[in-house]
């Protein structure tokens, strides 16, 4: 009987111990995982460099024309020394228009000279559009906002001049051999 229950109590202790190590972590990773989560939601807070207050967006679409687009420059807050970065990129249809969805934008700088300026984006390819701008004085921005668009082709229903002329000699070319085949007949 002792050495029966010298044989089974390592086992029960390790039970016993492993069983402990998995409430406590679950436990633990909980506490963590909530410690977590504080921490990041006071990041958010204390973190405000960015504003998008879609109420006040910094950049309008005002017109959108085949391959190009026009847009309104308002900060909400304007002060002197303004600058604002300008980001856009073409993306898939199904990506939302937040800064994060851009993978490599073109970047263009504007200083603003005035309240209200406008600004023109010009030989787009036709898609999808998300553009998003920063106002910031001296590095520190202090408005953002972005926007979807589509920018729409050229619809004029013509082929462009090289594919016309491509079709013209090869119908010249069909027509060529035709001729002399049945004149070598």
């Not at 963590?32 to 679409?61: A, C, G, Y």
Request: net charge negative.
């Amino acid at each position: 009987m002792l050495l029966m229950l010298h044989s089974t109590l390592p086992w029960s202790v390790l039970v016993l111990f492993t069983m402990r190590m998995v409430s406590g972590l679950s436990n633990g990773g909980d506490e963590h995982q909530e410690s977590d989560n504080i921490d990041s939601d006071n990041r958010d807070t204390e973190n405000q460099t960015t504003v998008r207050d879609e109420n006040h967006p910094l950049l309008t679409v005002m017109e959108t024309k085949p391959h190009s687009m026009s847009l309104i420059v308002k900060p909400k807050d304007y002060q002197l020394d303004t600058m604002v970065r300008l980001l856009y990129e073409r993306v898939p249809l199904h990506r939302k228009p937040i800064m994060q969805h851009l993978d490599d934008p073109v970047i263009e700088y504007i200083h603003l000279t005035r309240r209200v300026q406008s600004h023109d984006l010009t030989e787009l390819p036709m898609g999808k559009y998300i553009v998003c701008g920063e106002a910031m004085v001296h590095g520190d921005v202090y408005q953002s906002s972005c926007f979807e668009t589509r920018i729409e082709r050229m619809d004029n229903n013509t082929l462009q001049s090289g594919v016309q002329a491509l079709i013209v000699i090869s119908i010249m070319v069909v027509v060529l051999v035709m001729v002399y085949a049945v004149g070598y007949q």
